[in-house]
């Protein structure tokens, strides 16, 4: 009932199409969804973030999806660009408890 | 502002070994988390601080590791009796526990090889 299942384990995408990463969760004390953004060499850093009371979150490019019925939340890169290349992880917390997925390798083709 | 900080950055060990990992969270932060992060692989959560305390040790892979936290800040990941599979990245993250989120900021974490 701790676990966040995220998928694609990779993605190749093309410069300028739209990536998608997908998470599910299983229980529904998680209050809050975190996306972080890890470059190799480097520790993770929150990218994007979304509370269940709302079920979409744009910034720039990225956007998170949160279907709270399905208890599945997703990240969608547009127009996504080389830089972009690094892993992804998702993640569910409730109060100080926080779950992460095991994670998503992105890479972007020039 | 100061961010996470770890030390050191890189750290060769024999087998057999002890060894000591620091943490130095962003002040004023009372939530301390340890990772650990084999190559290419997810976060294994490892050990939760809040404050001085440990509520949460769950993730702590063999009574070789411990770690503790002194005056609410700096913490200390000790392994002892090094073991070739204990070479990963450990990642320290520290929180602002209460408020409107539990955001984690990570530290650049520290690359350990086990020889």
């Known amino acids: 009932q701790q676990q966040v299942k995220q998928s694609p384990q990779s993605l190749i995408v093309q410069k300028g199409g739209i990536s998608i990463i997908n998470c599910a969760y299983e229980n529904t004390a998680f209050d809050y969804f975190p996306w972080y953004q890890q470059f190799p060499g480097k520790g993770p850093a929150l990218l994007i973030a979304?509370?269940?009371?709302?079920s979409e979150k744009k910034e720039g490019r990225f956007t998170i999806s949160f279907n709270k019925s399905a208890k599945q939340f997703s990240l969608h890169i547009m127009d996504s660009q080389p830089g972009d290349s690094a892993t992804y992880f998702c993640a569910a917390s409730f109060y100080d408890k926080i779950i992460f997925g095991k994670g998503t390798r992105l890479h972007i083709l020039p | 502002g100061a961010g996470v900080s770890q030390s050191p950055s890189n750290k060769v060990t024999e087998k057999g070994k002890d060894v000591e990992l620091r943490c130095d969270p962003i002040s004023g932060h009372t939530a301390l988390y340890w990772y650990r992060q084999s190559l290419g692989q997810g976060l294994e959560f490892l050990i939760y601080f809040q404050g001085n305390s440990a509520p949460d040790k769950s993730g702590l892979p063999s009574d070789r590791f411990s770690a503790e936290r002194t005056g609410g800040s700096v913490s200390t990941l000790t392994i002892q009796r090094t073991q070739q599979e204990d070479s990963a990245v450990y990642l320290c993250a520290s929180s602002l526990a209460g408020g409107e989120s539990y955001e984690q900021y990570f530290g650049p974490g520290t690359r350990l090889t086990v020889t």
């Open positions: 979304i509370r269940p009371d709302v």
